[in-house]
């Protein structure tokens, strides 16, 4: 399950564990700003909230390794145009 709320600043999707079995992890809340993205979750053995930021071209990066199989890559961007 997840929630998704639309902020001043950012958008913020919550996800929510609903696995089978009793090994259910704590909420992961990803934050989506104009230039980067967080994601937050609880650790349970500090009860401190941990965060991990991503720049954009780490987020599309991410977003292709998801399709590919294992090995080492490197995203090649098309040269934006020059209005010519």
């Given amino acids: 399950m ?18 089978e079995g009793g090994n259910l992890v704590d909420d992961v809340v990803i934050n989506a700003f104009e230039d980067c993205i967080t994601l937050e979750q609880v650790d349970p053995r500090t009860d401190q909230i941990v965060r991990i930021t991503l720049s954009l071209s780490q987020v599309r990066d991410l977003e292709a390794a998801l399709d590919l199989p294992e090995g080492v890559y490197r995203l090649l961007r098309e040269p934006k145009d020059s209005g010519s």
């Fill in 2 to 19: 997840f929630s998704i709320e639309h902020e001043f600043d950012a958008t913020v999707v919550t996800l929510i564990d609903e696995g």
